[in-house]
């Protein structure tokens, strides 16, 4: 029955305007796309004005544009393995695009959204040859593509957010940056192999980061706290839950950290979820938890015959499964083994598990490896929170692009002035002329269910 409707529908739109057309399968000219999935009313507007009804199958040329009616959406399969969801009210113009398997130097893409939003993952494109290759333009931003899947919404005074509250579209936020690398530092993303990680980099929750020797990295998380992985350290950011974020394990408002050492030593500094809920804020090893209670504190982990007073040279390249050692620099910590009652450790103060099903106790002295550590105290590293992980609260949208990245990388580009977008980031470009970060994902793009992932995956059939 719904069928019969569709196909009525259409044959009384053919029959007020008989100069409408539906789109071919078979084009005159070199198709670049092909409709993969329509549902509901969609039309293009081809180069020399002709109007059709685009259908399934139909195939699309440079110059088309495709606009999509109330309720209404189409999925566009490009050549070059590209796939472009465009949502209803929307209307996206065909500017340019050449393509061939055998010319990475000649590939050229340029989409020019006119109203609405689309979601699009690049194909090859997007992938190989000139970074410059892939363009997508907005009013007066234009986005740059590298092999990435992406969402755009352009705001002409029509981006009220009215999408379900449980609807989410976002990537896993950015956790942390490096902010200074020294020496080869490497990362593992989402249990991936390891890269070498460069200064300025993303980190997420889940990633696993390894040092080797003579080499450190300082990290600045997104609520203000920082680490210093020391050499030869091994450690995962388990859970990282910004306090500004409404996902994941922790309420809003409060976020959560959980860093698990495996190797090596870190120096830690907290941000706000440790000064705000310092329950929140945990480092575990195999033998031992510490609990933060806003504060700054060196933590390493020793063999489990070394002396309270071990050096550097006696605790050497050690995994975390025999002894830790920490001192509280700032505030207090607690220390529990697997066993016993926590250990709360003042400033000046150092504390010890030594092995598994031990409890933690005091030290009297000062290990001399906390009195020898020469890589920098992270709470001395300046970072401006803004520029690294954007703003919090999201500029006036009514007019202007927005943004989101939900995998790879992504330039947004106005006036001259540009900035780098990684994955789980948005950034808005306005009436300013200065685009900016965004530190979550506006909901109109998060909650928007024509941009969700699934869209790529959908028939399309009328509901």
Same mark, same amino acid.
């Given at each position: 029955m719904k069928n019969l409707l569709t196909s009525w529908c259409v044959l009384a739109i053919l029959a007020v305007c008989p100069s409408l057309v539906l789109a071919q399968a078979t084009p005159l000219v070199a198709s670049v796309a092909t409709a993969a999935a329509v549902d509901g009313t969609v039309f293009v507007t081809r180069a020399g004005g002709r109007q059709a009804i685009l259908a399934r199958g139909s195939s699309l040329q440079v110059g088309d544009a495709i606009n999509t009616t109330r309720?209404?959406?189409?999925?566009?399969?490009?050549? =070059?393995?590209?796939?472009?969801?465009?949502r209803p009210e929307s209307t996206l113009v065909v500017q340019k695009y050449q393509y061939q398997k055998e010319s990475p130097a000649q590939d050229n893409i340029l989409l020019q959204l006119?109203?609405?939003?689309?979601?699009?993952?690049?194909?090859?494109i997007g992938k190989r040859g000139n970074v410059d290759a892939y363009q997508?333009?907005?009013?007066?931003?234009?986005?740059g593509i590298r092999g990435t899947d992406y969402s755009v919404r352009?705001?002409?005074? =029509?981006?009220? =957010?009215?999408?379900?509250?449980?609807?989410?579209?976002?990537?896993?936020p950015v956790a942390a940056r490096a902010v200074q690398?020294?020496?080869?530092?490497?990362?593992?993303?989402?249990?991936?192999? %390891?890269? $070498? %990680?460069?200064?300025?980099?993303?980190?997420?929750?889940?990633?696993?980061l390894q040092t080797q020797l003579d080499s450190h990295v300082v990290l600045v998380f997104s609520d203000g706290a920082r680490i210093t992985v020391n050499p030869s350290t091994r450690m995962g950011i388990s859970e990282y839950i910004n306090p500004t974020q409404t996902t994941g394990s922790a309420p809003a408002g409060i976020g959560s950290m959980i860093i698990d050492m495996f190797k090596g030593g870190l120096r830690f500094a907290t941000g706000l979820i440790g000064k705000t809920h310092p329950d929140k804020v945990k480092v575990r090893t195999a033998t031992a938890t510490i609990g933060i209670r806003g504060t700054v504190f060196d933590v390493v982990c020793a063999p489990g015959g070394s002396a309270d007073s071990a050096s550097p040279a006696d605790l050497g390249d050690m995994p975390c499964g025999e002894s830790l050692m920490a001192q509280t620099r700032e505030g207090t910590i607690t220390l529990t083994g697997t066993q016993g009652e926590p250990v709360v450790l003042p400033a000046g103060q150092s504390g010890r598990v030594n092995g598994p099903d031990v409890p933690a106790r005091a030290l009297q002295v000062t290990p001399n490896y906390f009195k020898t550590l020469s890589t920098p105290e992270p709470e001395k590293i300046q970072a401006n929170l803004e520029g690294l992980f954007g703003l919090q609260t999201a500029p006036d949208t009514e007019s202007g692009v927005l943004l989101t990245v939900h995998e790879g990388?992504?330039?947004l580009?106005?006036?001259?002035?540009?900035? %780098?977008?990684?994955?789980?980031?948005?950034?808005?470009?306005?009436?300013? $002329?200065?685009?900016?970060?965004?530190q979550t994902v506006p909901p109109i793009l998060d909650r928007d269910p024509f941009l969700s992932s699934g869209m790529f995956k959908a028939n399309m059939c009328r509901r």
């Open positions: 309720n209404s959406t189409v999925r566009l399969h490009f050549t =070059d393995g590209g796939e472009t969801v465009v006119l109203k609405g939003g689309i979601r699009a993952l690049t194909g090859t997508l333009r907005a009013n007066t931003a234009t986005v352009l705001c002409q005074q =029509d981006c009220d =957010d009215k999408g379900e509250a449980t609807h989410r579209n976002s990537a896993t690398v020294r020496g080869v530092v490497k990362v593992s993303h989402n249990g991936g192999a %390891l890269v $070498a %990680l460069a200064e300025g980099q993303p980190l997420y929750s889940g990633d696993v990388r992504v330039v580009a106005q006036a001259e002035k540009d900035i %780098l977008l990684d994955a789980g980031e948005s950034a808005f470009a306005g009436r300013e $002329a200065i685009p900016v970060r965004l």
